[in-house]
T-cell receptor, first 110, second 112 residues
């Protein structure tokens, strides 16, 4: 299975943009890139996903490298409520399982 | 909010006793998952189900069994609980064509 690599932790200042990187050098052509986040004392929640093109939604933007070996989750203006662990995972719609790594712990400073 | 509930939310049990955790959904989703979360390890997949009576092992399945006799319920059983199974357990669901998964609020299990 293709794996992802993320930094263990990152810090950001409130109201500044945050760029969370994810490397997935062994990604296959049918793997979707998904991002989830886990707020303190809660279960993970979906953030965004994409296949080849950049994606935007109300929560964030996803920038995917042209070779698809890396991607970046962009929070345009970090708030204190964005402090969470962010997970980047790969999903092949033909596979049934769904595996997470350790993610990136984002700290937002006021 | 997705209709997924876990029970119990908290449980303390003794070493060697059997424990069953329940994940219940009202979404009629095909796929259901059980994870455990420990400090420094993120989410680790224990078992998952892709239909009634269809289950498979995940990354850390030793010491756990699962059952899914109907679409809405996915049970995780620790046949003989050990202290190493003290953890927070999360259930997740997703539909066949949906790409978004929904997670429960978690069950905190302490084995003493």
């Amino acid at each position: 299975d293709a794996k992802t690599t993320q930094p263990n932790s990152m810090e950001s200042n409130e109201e500044e943009p945050v760029h969370l990187p994810c490397n997935h050098s062994t990604i296959s052509g049918t793997d979707y890139i998904h991002w989830y986040r886990q707020l303190p004392s809660q279960g993970p929640e979906y953030v965004i996903h994409g296949l080849t093109s950049n994606v935007n939604n109300r929560m964030a933007s996803l920038a995917i490298a042209e070779d698809r070996k890396s991607s970046t989750l962009i929070l345009h203006r970090a708030t204190l409520r964005d402090a969470a662990v962010y997970y980047c995972i790969l999903r092949d719609e033909g596979n049934n399982d769904m595996r997470f790594g350790a993610g990136t712990r984002l700290t937002v400073k006021p | 909010d997705a209709g997924i509930t876990q029970s119990p939310r908290h449980k303390v049990t003794e070493t060697g006793t059997p424990v069953t955790l329940r994940c219940h959904q009202t979404e009629n989703h095909r796929y259901m998952y059980w994870y455990r979360q420990d400090p420094g390890h993120g989410l680790r997949l224990i078992h998952y189900s892709y239909g009634v009576k269809d289950t498979d092992k995940g990354e850390v399945s030793d010491g756990y069994s699962v059952s899914r006799s109907k679409t809405e319920d996915f049970l995780l059983t620790l046949e003989s609980a050990t202290s190493s199974q003290t953890s927070v357990y999360f259930c997740a669901i997703r539909g066949t064509l949906a790409t978004e998964a929904f997670f429960g609020q978690g069950t905190r299990l302490t084995v003493v």
